[in-house]
């Protein structure tokens, strides 16, 4: 991703601040449901959320799942938005392909659904998703693991610690964008574990938390102690992947990547506990939702897709202190100084 779009997607944010009107009496009320709300990415995603709804007078009611993958939590959180007269919804589905049903009764009932972070399957069961590109955030850390390894990428041994069971998108993508990056064959692009490539030991899910991080590292390095390479869904499942790694005394030298970028990820990779992560911009998500329901409230207007994409780019940088060539990134000074949580 070029800087420029990050700046891009910044100065957006920067602009609708600066331009915003003041906050008048809330005749329009929105609804943020995420997946948790103890991940430190949603816990920032409803920061921007919350301000920016107070900013423009706007009632904004939060909802989160008990875990990731708590979708039951999220449908009953959408029929409660559509009762209480909502004009939109932000949504981190934890099912993106389980929920559609319900988020297809939302828009029925005329309010504008937007995806946040994670794609609905297909893309397009929402009004408009506004998300890192994730396969492409997956792909900066497999192209950055690679290149670090070089010759030694082609007898790598990598796990996979992935999300949940259900493959959200989110989930798929990163993974599959790291296939691509590392330069392994994906088969078919839309689902996890149909590859054929010798290096992969295997997958595990984390539930995208540090407990469930630490036992995906310890089950796959049951079968096969000699992993020198881990994808991760997120910094949380990083660290936890890594006090596994440090249990055996692997800790120094094993390549850990991830994605997310928040501040206690961008810190670790700082401290090497991560070597690369993918940041993104939970904040800039949110704000910009909580600005497009109150366009649509006042206007009708629906939020358009970036040209060329289906989807909102947000932006995405890779985030080191190793930079490999080829591969663009920031260090990890930068990282904080756009970092959340």
């Given at each position: 991703?070029?800087?420029s779009l990050?700046?891009?997607?910044?100065?957006?944010?920067?602009?609708?601040?600066?331009?915003?009107?003041?906050?008048?009496?809330?005749?329009?009320s929105?609804?943020?449901?995420?997946?948790?709300?103890?991940?430190?990415?949603?816990?920032?995603m409803k920061?921007?959320a919350?301000?920016?709804?107070?900013?423009?007078?706007?009632?904004?009611?939060?909802?989160?799942?008990?875990?990731?993958?708590?979708?039951?939590?999220?449908?009953?959180?959408?029929?409660?938005?559509?009762?209480?007269?909502?004009?939109?919804?932000?949504?981190?589905a934890?099912?993106?392909?389980?929920?559609?049903?319900?988020?297809?009764?939302a828009?029925?009932?005329?309010?504008?659904?937007?995806?946040?972070?994670?794609?609905?399957?297909?893309?397009?069961?929402?009004?408009?998703?506004?998300?890192?590109d994730?396969?492409?955030?997956?792909?900066?850390?497999?192209?950055?693991?690679?290149?670090?390894?070089?010759d030694?990428a082609?007898?790598?041994?990598?796990?996979?610690?992935?999300?949940t069971?259900?493959?959200?998108?989110v989930d798929?993508?990163?993974?599959?964008g790291?296939?691509?990056?590392?330069?392994i064959?994906?088969a078919?692009?839309?689902?996890?574990?149909?590859?054929?490539?010798?290096?992969?030991?295997?997958h595990d899910?984390?539930?995208?938390?540090?407990?469930?991080?630490?036992?995906?590292?310890?089950n796959?390095?049951?079968?096969?102690?000699?992993?020198?390479?881990?994808?991760?869904?997120?910094?949380?499942?990083?660290?936890?992947?890594?006090?596994?790694?440090?249990?055996?005394?692997?800790e120094?030298?094993?390549?850990?990547v991830?994605?997310?970028?928040?501040?206690p990820?961008?810190?670790?990779v700082?401290?090497g506990?991560?070597?690369?992560?993918?940041q993104?911009?939970?904040?800039?998500?949110?704000?910009?939702?909580?600005?497009?329901?109150?366009?649509f409230?006042?206007?009708?207007?629906k939020p358009?897709?970036?040209?060329g994409?289906?989807?909102?780019?947000?932006?995405?940088a890779?985030?080191?202190?190793?930079?490999?060539?080829?591969?663009?990134?920031?260090?990890?000074?930068?990282?904080m100084?756009r970092?959340?949580?």
């Amino acid at each position: 991703m070029k800087k420029s779009l990050i700046t891009a997607a910044l100065s957006t944010l920067a602009l609708g601040a600066a331009f915003a009107m003041p906050a008048q009496a809330a005749d329009v009320s929105a609804c943020l449901i995420t997946k948790t709300d103890t991940n430190p990415f949603f816990v920032k995603m409803k920061e921007g959320a919350t301000a920016k709804a107070a900013e423009l007078g706007v009632e904004l009611k939060s909802y989160a799942g008990k875990i990731d993958g708590d979708s039951e939590s999220q449908v009953a959180a959408i029929e409660t938005c559509i009762a209480d007269g909502a004009k939109g919804i932000l949504l981190t589905a934890s099912d993106t392909k389980g929920i559609v049903p319900a988020v297809q009764k939302a828009r029925d009932a005329g309010l504008l659904v937007i995806a946040l972070d994670t794609p609905l399957e297909p893309i397009d069961a929402a009004d408009q998703t506004f998300a890192t590109d994730n396969l492409l955030a997956g792909e900066l850390i497999g192209k950055w693991a690679a290149a670090t390894l070089g010759d030694a990428a082609k007898d790598a041994r990598i796990g996979f610690l992935n999300l949940t069971p259900s493959q959200p998108s989110v989930d798929v993508l990163r993974n599959q964008g790291f296939m691509k990056g590392f330069g392994i064959d994906v088969a078919d692009i839309t689902k996890i574990g149909d590859e054929t490539d010798p290096r992969i030991v295997g997958h595990d899910v984390t539930n995208g938390n540090e407990e469930g991080g630490r036992t995906a590292m310890e089950n796959l390095l049951q079968k096969d102690p000699t992993i020198n390479v881990v994808h991760t869904i997120n910094e949380p499942a990083a660290a936890g992947a890594y006090e596994a790694l440090k249990a055996l005394g692997r800790e120094n030298d094993v390549l850990i990547v991830s994605v997310d970028g928040g501040c206690p990820g961008v810190k670790n990779v700082a401290d090497g506990v991560i070597g690369a992560t993918s940041q993104q911009y939970p904040l800039l998500m949110a704000s910009l939702g909580i600005e497009a329901i109150k366009k649509f409230a006042d206007t009708g207007e629906k939020p358009s897709a970036t040209e060329g994409k289906n989807f909102f780019d947000t932006g995405v940088a890779l985030v080191t202190d190793k930079p490999a060539a080829g591969v663009e990134s920031i260090d990890t000074k930068t990282g904080m100084d756009r970092c959340w949580g």
